[in-house]
């Protein structure tokens, strides 16, 4: 099992940036890939990137790319996800996960086994 923590939400203005945490804790070795996802109120939960946690790539959603970026510190067995140019669209609850297998399709929420319980991200306008 793997255990997962989000921290880092909060309120922000739009242009700004907050950045999250998500640490693992339990079988990290396990691991293969992680993500973030987001959910607004009444919006299904919508990929926003992912790290493959052996060699570091990243894959991101169109919507935030060039603004997020994922990064992980495999010492301490945690991911990053550093949001710029916050847009009020961008308000949502933000989830942590965590795959055991390498599957294709990072960006479906039904391929990852593990997830933080979410934190919350307002932009204001």
């Known amino acids: 099992q793997v255990q997962l923590v989000e921290s880092g939400g909060g309120l922000v203005q739009a242009g700004g940036s907050l950045r999250l945490s998500c640490a693992a804790s339990?079988?990290?070795?396990?691991?293969?890939?992680m993500g973030w996802f987001r959910q607004a109120p009444g919006k299904e939960r919508e990929f926003v990137g992912a790290?493959?946690?052996?060699?570091?790539?990243?894959y991101y959603a169109d919507s935030v790319k060039g603004r997020f970026t994922i990064s992980r510190d495999n010492a301490k067995n945690t991911v990053y996800l550093q949001m710029n140019s916050l847009k009020p669209e961008d308000t949502a609850v933000y989830y942590c996960?965590?795959?055991?297998?390498?599957?294709?399709?990072?960006?479906?929420?039904?391929?990852?086994?593990?997830w933080g319980q979410g934190t919350q991200v307002t932009v204001s306008s």
């Open positions: 996960t965590a795959s055991r297998i390498y599957r294709y399709g990072l960006d479906s929420p039904g391929n990852y086994d593990y």
């Open positions: 339990g079988r990290t070795s396990s691991m293969a890939d």
């Open positions: 790290i493959r946690w052996s060699s570091g790539s990243t």
